[in-house]
């Protein structure tokens, strides 16, 4: 017998979450040929020396949406593993690009330099951004949510109101018109505008849409701090309501007065879906720093009608003091922990990889911490991204412990060169998955290597609803990825993110090596898949 390749002499670790076993893995025409003892050969004959060998890492919660059609090699990605990538998530999607959602989509492109290199006009529908996607190739599998923010700001704009019913029709419409273009679920943004300003009704109105497809319900919920509790019980309530499936996203407890609270979200979830076969999950990254928008410290009703009127309340002395004592502190423990990680002002490029706190030292007494974050918010016209260092490692252990918890960077597909290696990004767009193998698996031992695996591949792919990806089994698609159990680690850190990860010998996308010793090939034989 004669294959395309054969992955000789690896520990064979599945995906299902059992014991490893020693082996090799052929690949024929893009599918899984054989596992465990193949006879024949291979036209590519690779000795893995007991590497371990799994299935393709599934990105199960990703930004790469804006950030793939300019950077189809997804190197932060397929060097740490990963084959599939599931992006629109936290309510924002490339597409649909209707209405304001249009303008939203196209200022992200232009603000990043990546207007000339993407041609955002190409699509409005779910359909056309895939077929976008599709047309030059990747290098990895893509999945895309539908974002609420997307479709409301489509119909409703960036107002703080409630449709009205004609207004939710619509918004229903347009998430079956993406579930049937390729959907795999609709996704909230609960805590950014415009999805803050949407009620649990309008919610289950559109998850329930997204369900009859196929699809699942992702939240980034309404709060992770202060209204954790509260906000996971909002999440279960839509699923309740909706008959959709829910995946709680990067799932944590936000600022020392709230550590430990994840005990009891965790808790919650077993017991409805013990109770009321509910079927709730979540995902996480494992980092004690989250990454947003420096925006997002400023309180909701500061949002209400899009950026251009944020700014126009931060150049008002009155309404300016007025979001200064609403900003969202809980967030953070002090200014030291708010890192920021990229502007689009060149005016502004200085004050990347400098703490608030840092910043405002530099000024003296003339501007406190709280009036230098919104003077960065107003010169960079909402456009800044920071790192916040507000969870507790004993936290994250627990959550990544957890049966009901997969791994999902919220990252984006970036490279080292260009507009996409610009910035300080958090590291997790270019080591979560070998951060989870390298520290929490070899060096603290807090979970063991099946464990792991079976929640970057086997859980997340029973999500997606594939049953053909995530299980190295025969006849499966040949995601594979073999790295070094003893080497494989994350290498750079928040100050230094951009360095891809070690230990990451091989990824076969669809049967074909897209990185081969380390190297990426430069091969784009990756796919779009859609809800089952």
């Avoid at 949406?65 to 309510?91: I, M, W, Y």
């Amino acid at each position: 017998m004669n294959y395309d390749c054969v992955l000789r002499n690896g520990r064979i670790v599945d995906g299902t979450g059992s014991p490893w076993y020693r082996g090799d893995v052929a690949v024929d025409d893009g599918r899984i040929a054989a596992v465990g003892t193949v006879g024949g050969e291979g036209d590519a004959e690779i000795d893995l020396d007991d590497d371990v060998v799994a299935p393709g890492f599934i990105d199960v919660h990703t930004h790469s949406d804006f950030t793939l059609p300019a950077n189809r090699d997804a190197h932060s990605k397929v060097r740490q593993g990963v084959t599939l990538e599931v992006v629109g998530n936290c309510g924002t999607s490339a597409a649909p690009r209707y209405g304001a959602a249009s303008r939203s989509v196209d200022d992200w492109f232009e603000s990043r330099g990546l207007g000339d290199a993407v041609d955002a006009d190409e699509w409005e529908s779910m359909a056309g951004y895939l077929e976008y996607l599709e047309a030059d190739g990747l290098s990895l599998n893509v999945g895309s949510l539908v974002g609420h923010g997307n479709v409301r700001a489509a119909v409703v704009g960036h107002e703080d109101r409630a449709p009205s019913t004609d207004e939710l029709d619509e918004m229903r419409e347009l998430v079956a018109e993406a579930m049937a273009d390729g959907a795999v679920g609709l996704s909230t943004g609960l805590f950014y505008p415009p999805g803050c300003y949407a009620d649990v009704d309008e919610v289950v109105a559109l998850a329930e849409v997204a369900a009859d497809h196929g699809g699942f319900y992702a939240t980034h919920m309404r709060s992770e701090s202060d209204d954790l509790l509260e906000s996971v019980e909002e999440a279960i309530e839509i699923g309740r309501r909706a008959d959709a499936p829910v995946q709680v996203s990067h799932h944590k407890a936000i600022g020392p007065d709230n550590w430990g609270k994840v005990r009891a979200t965790l808790r919650r979830m077993e017991l409805v879906r013990e109770r009321e076969g509910i079927d709730v999950q979540c995902d996480q990254y494992p980092y004690v720093a989250s990454s947003t928008s420096l925006g997002a410290f400023l309180p909701d009703w500061a949002h209400d009608g899009g950026d251009d009127a944020l700014v126009e309340r931060l150049r008002d002395p009155e309404t300016r003091a007025r979001i200064r004592e609403d900003l969202k502190t809980e967030r953070t423990a002090d200014w030291d922990g708010v890192l920021v990680t990229g502007v689009q002002n060149p005016d502004l490029k200085r004050i990347e990889g400098k703490t608030i706190a840092e910043l405002a030292a530099r000024s003296g007494e003339e501007r406190p911490p709280a009036e230098l974050l919104l003077d960065v918010v107003l010169e960079d016209e909402n456009r800044a991204m920071h790192v916040s260092f507000g969870m507790d490692e004993a936290d994250v252990r627990t959550v990544l412990r957890h049966d009901l918890t997969m791994v999902g960077s919220d990252g984006s597909s970036l490279r080292r060169s260009g507009s996409l290696g610009e910035g300080v990004p958090h590291p997790r767009s270019y080591g979560t998955f070998p951060r989870v193998l390298g520290r929490y698996v070899r060096e603290e031992e807090a979970i063991p290597l099946e464990r792991a695996v079976h929640k970057m591949t086997g859980m997340p792919a029973s999500r997606l609803g594939l049953d053909d990806r995530g299980v190295l089994k025969r006849d499966a698609r040949a995601d594979v990825t073999a790295f070094d159990p003893e080497t494989v680690e994350q290498t750079g850190d928040f100050l230094d993110p951009a360095v891809y990860p070690a230990g990451v010998e091989h990824v076969l996308v669809n049967g074909e090596f897209v990185v081969r010793d380390g190297d990426h090939t430069g091969a784009r034989p990756g796919v779009v898949i859609g809800a089952s």
